[in-house]
């Protein structure tokens, strides 16, 4: 075969694989040094929930089998209040959001979502051929939500081909927080052809009664679909375990396309534990409410932007291209993200670790700033 591309589906031909964080090993490996830490993919800085750990390890006798997610999908049900028929269980919330992605999006249909949102969305789209409907962010002046979602901006994007329209809260990688008011407001406007994703996977971070809020919309929101994760306060990222909560109907058809046993049995194991596990999630959000106000008077310090966030992560504005401190931090062991493929080449997104991590990093970043 001498072109591979006379064959490769026409989405996938403009795509770029996902960059993930750069790995630890890697970057010790590459440099030559020891101890390096990793502020880059928002994980959970204090590992997964111990509970978790424990009922993982009980579960690896039963791998022999394949994996059935009834009782997690009861357990969240009974906690979200709703039809466990409203649950679908993902490999991470990625995986639903391609399952939405192949469910309800084709060719000469478009999808609508912020210029600066998580680039999954983009990237779900594009791969079953559907049109980018991209809306301009808020300005990078904006008060309170630098470059954040524009909800106005969307909902002019929507037209008679748009089918499905994301929006995170907080959103990834700019952490600002849209108030519920406004999203229930923007999704009950949408036309009743349009699917509303509301991405939550950062909602735990969130000290409010909005955690479980939008589930309450589904009534008078037949089109919304909520996704959520277990890889960020529960810190589960490795095992891959995230879910919807939407319509039975809409849910019907989410099944229709999802991959056979898509959640292992460890990954659900280790779900159901973790959500009992409010020691660790309260230790969670607290170890991150300091680390942000750390990092936020480091970069007042210094006299660097950043854009305040309610997610576990922060982004920093150096007002240059951002590349060579972020070269420069790799040589002192420390990885963060660089945000140029988000049209962000003057930030960097830095995850809250834990606080000898937040020190370490925060001297790290005065050092080549100075």
Known sequence: MSDITQIAVP?????????????????????????????????????????????????VT???????????????????QC??????????????????????????TNAVFSEKAFAVYPISTQAVGAQLNVARALPADHVSAPYGHDLNAMSDAVNSKTRVVFIANPNNPTGTWLAM???????????????????????????SAA???AVDWLKKCPNLIITRTFSKIFGLAGARIGYSISSPEIADFLNRVRHPFNANVMAIAGAIAALDDDEFIQKSIRANADGLRAWENA???????????????????????ASEVYAQLLR??????????????????????????????????????A
């Open 11 to 59: 989405g996938v031909l403009g795509l770029k694989p996902y960059q993930p964080g750069k790995p630890v090993e890697e970057l010790e490996r590459e440099y030559g040094i020891s101890g390096a830490i990793k502020l880059a993919s928002n994980e959970n800085p204090f590992g997964p929930s111990p509970l978790a750990v424990d009922a993982i390890r009980n579960a």
């Open 62 to 80: 039963g791998i022999n089998y394949y994996p059935d997610g009834y009782q997690l999908i009861a357990k969240l049900a009974t906690r979200m």
């Open 83 to 108: 039809n466990p028929a409203c649950i679908t269980l993902g490999n991470g919330s990625n995986d639903v959001l391609d399952m939405i992605a192949r469910a309800f999006l084709m060719p000469e």
């Open 181 to 207: 008011d406004d999203v229930k407001a923007f999704v009950l406007a949408l036309p009743k052809t349009v699917i509303a994703v509301l991405d939550l996977a950062y909602i735990e971070y969130i000290e």
């Open 211 to 213: 955690v479980n809020e």
């Open 299 to 321: 970069c007042d310090e210094v006299g660097l932007t950043f854009i305040p966030s309610k997610g576990n992560f922060v982004t920093i504005d150096f007002a240059r291209d």
């Open 332 to 369: 002192q062991g420390v990885i963060v993200r660089p945000l140029a493929n988000y049209g962000m080449p003057n930030h960097l997104r830095v995850t809250i670790g834990t606080a000898s991590d937040n020190e370490r990093a925060i001297a790290a970043l005065k050092q080549v700033v």
